[in-house]
């Protein structure tokens, strides 16, 4: 397991492992949809970081392609570049030896829960639990297409989007990933000059005003109390923006450096 999380993916049915993340799971499983010219079934592909559906497929009979079809839509939209677990139960569909080829030739290993277990597969279970309760029950399909188009509505314009999941902070799936990606890229611009671990070019000016401050004072005072303490750091950043000569500033101090160009602004703005 790697130091930072943010950077983990993982899809419901697919675990995989890439640079500084964890594993990621997706549980692939399916549903019936009932409309008046019989069921419509459903599989989908779940990422379990986000909970987001990368991958579904309908068709108007149950048959083994299903689930193919909806993993192969998700290795398409992530395309994983390292090892990936799919996650599922010990349905026949995931135990042939189709299922077994399809996730050698993409590049994935298979994972199932023992027998018996309930909480094999809750992941999908819960999103099934969820279309059904917040649109299929609501509503009375006269076509497989009517019910198609209804189930598509809800993955990629409600569920993804919009539908809030109290695991990822009561964010939708995407604004989770997509405030993950921020976080990650974050962590990547505030190691300064970083070329790896134990570089002592990581955050060089932030170590230099350190030893400033230690040398410069903290290791001249024996303060006796917090405030003290307080006090005297404050007087001294007070000096270090005002006074403190910096070579890379021409010998300015921060203070007069930031005034002039402040200055420089408003009259670039002024003539402008």
């Given amino acids: 397991?790697?130091?930072?999380?943010?950077?983990?993916?993982?899809?419901?049915?697919?675990?995989?492992?890439?640079?500084?993340?964890?594993?990621?799971?997706?549980?692939?499983?399916?549903?019936?949809?009932?409309?008046?010219?019989?069921?419509?079934?459903?599989?989908?592909?779940?990422?379990l970081f986000s909970r987001r559906v990368i991958g579904w497929s309908m068709?108007?009979?149950t048959c083994a392609d299903i689930p193919p079809q909806a993993l192969l839509m998700a290795v398409w939209r992530r395309k994983p570049k390292t090892k990936v677990q799919v996650h599922s139960d010990q349905?026949?569909?995931?135990?042939?030896?189709?299922w077994q080829e399809l996730l050698e030739q993409h590049n994935l290993t298979q994972s199932m829960s023992g027998r018996g277990n309930c909480w094999d597969n809750a992941v999908a279970e819960s999103f099934f639990n969820m279309l059904k309760r917040e649109r299929i029950r609501r509503r009375k399909y006269k076509t497989r297409e009517e019910a198609r188009q209804d189930v598509f509505d809800y993955i990629e314009f409600f569920y993804n989007p919009q539908r809030k999941h109290v695991r990822n902070g009561m964010l939708s799936p995407i604004a989770f990933e997509q405030q993950q990606k921020l976080k990650l890229q974050g962590?990547?611009?505030?190691?300064?000059?970083?070329?790896?671990?134990?570089?002592?070019?990581?955050?060089?000016?932030?170590?230099?005003?350190?030893r400033s401050l230690k040398y410069?004072?903290?290791?001249?005072?024996?303060?006796?109390?917090?405030?003290q303490a307080r006090a005297g750091v404050r007087l001294w950043i007070t000096f270090y923006n005002h006074q403190w000569p910096h070579a890379a500033h021409g010998g300015q101090p921060p203070a007069v450096v930031y005034l002039n160009a402040t200055q420089t602004d408003q009259q670039v703005q002024a003539v402008a």
Avoid at 91 to 98: D, I, V
Avoid at 187 to 210: C, P
């Fill in 91 to 98: 349905g026949p569909q995931f135990t042939s030896y189709e």
């Fill in 216 to 227: 410069e004072c903290v290791y001249l005072h024996a303060w006796e109390t917090g405030s």
């Fill in 187 to 210: 962590v990547y611009q505030t190691r300064g000059y970083s070329y790896g671990k134990a570089r002592y070019l990581d955050n060089i000016f932030i170590e230099r005003l350190w």
């Fill in 59 to 61: 068709q108007g009979r």
């Fill in 1 to 47: 397991m790697q130091e930072h999380k943010i950077s983990q993916r993982r899809v419901c049915g697919l675990v995989g492992v890439g640079p500084k993340t964890v594993r990621r799971e997706r549980p692939p499983d399916h549903a019936e949809i009932r409309t008046h010219e019989g069921f419509l079934y459903l599989a989908v592909v779940i990422d």
